[in-house]
């Protein structure tokens, strides 16, 4: 699967101006606070509305503002899981699954079956307050994988982990990912979650690209003090 | 952190004035003076205005608030039209249930509709104007509070805007949205001089529980005691149901 994007999203106090294009099947996205990472997967879900800019996935246009296309975020088949996950926090975990599957009872076998699969069934009737960090992290990654998305956008997916489950989960997902093959953009600001991942990783400071590379690439010649500092040098 | 238990000291004189009209409430009470007042011709179809106007103001304030709030809550833009919501909080009742007859009467820029003025329509549109900022102001604080994030994941998920407004925004939002409306609902049963203005006094009409209390106080003012208790003790098991309510909501 690959994909390219082109987002340039204005505000008074801030610009974000940004291109991407999917040379590995997961692409990184790092920044110091407050760089656009956050924003840019937003841009991409089609939050906003843009006047330049273009969106391509597998060959098929989601927002192309050239032609005047702008898919509404729920037809653009981009799963999104933010910072703290986003759980629905007035429906049980079974609910959240199948949110996406409508509301048949087809649609909660299905939810009750890729539980079953992640080993987490039996937590289908409790609410998300009521799950540690890692079942939130699952349930939400499930929710987003059960519609089958294109493209999979993660926001800091290991920051609201303990040491344990993120060192476990570090293994899984990237694994879980390449078996699916599904291509992923994922904001981290630690060197040893993106490891894992093999990833294209786009250095991003006041809303522009500053340097993109391998993590090895990047490593050899930082260009920017945040890069260094990333890279652990 | 500690905190310096002197400051009850400095709290407990707003305590007392809060608790004075509870404690003249029930120092007024006695069982012979209920009795009097259950017999009184004008308590029940009192309450029984009351009880239907407010809770037809406060659909009113629901459905047509909830909309505007949203707005509110969403667009920048729209803080242009935010003083209109503090409107009715900041004038005095009764100058808005003149204006309101002004309106309404036959000069008026609605003049075709003076047969509102003096009906129970009335007492529902004054009610509804002075309740609404309290349900509105509520509920903007409420849904400015859900994370953008849950609602961009509901549209992800294949929700449209008003999908994900429905199943995921409102659900968030619920105990905010309901002790809005129990502020709305409670300012709709008080209501007393917009209600006099713009709808008068009228028996099975327009007499609403604060009305009544008025009216009967001039001849009884024991029975305008009982029929208080009533009123306070209404609002208040409503205050408490949607405490509850929103509790639960909270929880779950």
């Given at each position: 699967m690959?994909?390219s994007?082109?987002i340039?999203?204005?505000?008074?106090?801030?610009?974000?101006?940004?291109?991407?294009e999917?040379?590995h099947s997961?692409?990184a996205?790092?920044?110091?606070?407050?760089?656009?990472?956050?924003?840019?997967?937003?841009?991409?879900?089609?939050?906003?509305?843009?006047?330049?800019?273009?969106?391509?996935?597998?060959g098929?246009?989601?927002?192309?503002?050239?032609?005047?296309?702008?898919l509404?975020?729920?037809?653009?088949?981009?799963?999104?899981?933010?910072?703290?996950?986003?759980?629905?926090?007035?429906?049980?975990?079974?609910?959240n699954v199948?949110?996406?599957?409508?509301?048949?009872?087809?649609?909660?076998?299905?939810a009750?079956?890729?539980l079953?699969?992640?080993?987490?069934?039996?937590?289908?009737?409790?609410?998300?307050?009521?799950l540690?960090?890692?079942?939130?992290?699952?349930?939400?990654?499930?929710?987003a994988?059960?519609?089958?998305?294109?493209?999979?956008?993660?926001?800091?997916?290991?920051?609201?982990?303990?040491?344990t489950?993120?060192?476990?989960?570090?293994?899984?997902?990237?694994?879980?990912?390449r078996?699916?093959?599904?291509?992923?953009?994922?904001v981290?600001?630690?060197?040893?979650?993106?490891?894992p991942?093999d990833?294209?990783?786009?250095?991003?400071e006041?809303?522009?690209v500053?340097?993109?590379?391998?993590?090895?690439q990047?490593?050899?010649?930082?260009?920017?003090?945040?890069?260094?500092?990333?890279v652990?040098? | 952190?500690?905190?310096?238990?002197?400051?009850?000291?400095?709290?407990?004189?707003?305590?007392?004035?809060?608790?004075?009209?509870?404690?003249?409430?029930?120092?007024?009470?006695?069982?012979?003076?209920?009795?009097?007042?259950?017999?009184?011709?004008?308590?029940?179809?009192?309450?029984?205005?009351?009880?239907?106007t407010?809770l037809?103001s406060l659909?009113?304030?629901?459905?047509l608030?909830?909309?505007?709030?949203w707005?509110?809550?969403?667009?920048?833009?729209?803080?242009?039209?935010?003083?209109?919501v503090?409107v009715?909080m900041?004038?005095p009742?009764a100058?808005?249930?003149?204006?309101?007859?002004?309106?309404?009467g036959?000069?008026?820029?609605?003049?075709?509709?003076?047969?509102?003025?003096?009906?129970?329509?009335?007492?529902?549109?004054?009610?509804?104007?002075?309740?609404?900022?309290?349900?509105?102001?509520?509920a903007?604080?409420?849904?400015?509070?859900?994370?953008?994030?849950?609602?961009l994941?509901?549209?992800?998920?294949?929700k449209?805007?008003?999908?994900?407004?429905?199943s995921?925004?409102l659900?968030?939002?619920?105990?905010?949205?309901?002790?809005?409306?129990?502020?709305?609902?409670?300012?709709?049963?008080?209501?007393?001089?917009?209600?006099?203005?713009?709808?008068?006094?009228?028996?099975?009409?327009?007499?609403?529980?604060?009305?009544?209390?008025?009216?009967?106080?001039?001849?009884?003012?024991?029975?305008?005691?009982?029929?208080?208790?009533?009123?306070?003790?209404?609002?208040?098991l409503?205050?408490?149901?949607?405490?509850?309510?929103?509790?639960?909501?909270?929880r779950?």
């Open positions: 690959s994909w994007a082109r340039l999203y204005e505000r008074p106090e801030f610009i974000l101006d940004v291109e991407l999917s040379e997961v692409v996205l790092i920044g110091p606070n407050g760089a656009g990472k956050t924003t840019l997967l937003r841009a991409l879900l089609g939050a906003y509305p843009l006047s330049v800019g273009h969106l391509t996935i597998d098929s246009a989601c927002f192309d503002a050239d032609q005047g296309l702008d509404a975020p729920e037809e653009r088949r981009i799963a999104y899981v933010p910072q703290g996950f986003g759980l629905f926090e007035h429906l049980r975990v079974i609910d199948a949110f996406g599957l409508g509301r048949s009872s087809l649609a909660r076998d299905q009750q079956n890729r079953d699969q992640l080993g987490i069934g039996q937590l289908a009737a409790r609410y998300p307050h009521q540690s960090g890692g079942q939130q992290q699952q349930v939400a990654l499930a929710r994988l059960v519609c089958e998305p294109s493209l999979l956008l993660l926001d800091e997916p290991f920051s609201a982990l303990d040491v489950t993120k060192r476990a989960l570090r293994q899984s997902l990237p694994a879980d990912l078996a699916k093959g599904l291509s992923s953009v994922i981290s600001h630690d060197r040893r979650d993106l490891e991942f990833p294209y990783v786009y250095a991003i006041d809303g522009a500053v340097q993109r590379g391998t993590l090895a990047l490593e050899q010649a930082p260009e920017t003090a945040f890069v260094r500092e990333f652990g040098l | 952190m500690r905190f310096d238990r002197r400051i009850i000291l400095f709290a407990l004189p707003m305590v007392a004035l809060l608790a004075l009209p509870l404690l003249g409430l029930l120092g007024g009470l006695s069982p012979h003076r209920m009795s009097e007042a259950w017999s009184h011709p004008l308590w029940a179809p009192a309450l029984w205005l009351s009880i239907k407010s037809i659909a009113f304030v629901v459905t608030g909830t909309p505007f709030a707005w509110l809550a969403q667009d920048k833009r729209s803080a242009a039209w935010q003083w209109l503090d009715p900041v004038l009742p100058v808005v249930g003149l204006a309101l007859l002004v309106v309404f036959r000069q008026g820029i609605l003049g075709s509709l003076s047969g509102l003025v003096f009906s129970t329509a009335a007492v529902v549109l004054a009610q509804t104007i002075v309740a609404a900022p309290f349900y509105i102001s509520a903007v604080a409420a849904l400015r509070a859900v994370d953008e994030d849950v609602v994941v509901a549209r992800s998920l294949g449209s805007s008003l999908g994900a407004f429905v995921v925004v659900p968030c939002a619920w105990p905010g949205l309901a002790a809005g409306m129990g502020m709305a609902w409670a300012r709709a049963v008080g209501e007393f001089g917009a209600t006099l203005f713009v709808a008068g006094n009228l028996p099975g009409v327009s007499q609403t529980m604060p009305l009544a209390i008025y009216t009967v106080m001039e001849s009884d003012l024991s029975v305008a005691l009982s029929l208080s208790v009533l009123l306070a003790g209404l609002a208040l409503a205050l408490l149901t949607l405490r509850w309510s929103a509790g639960r909501g909270r779950s």
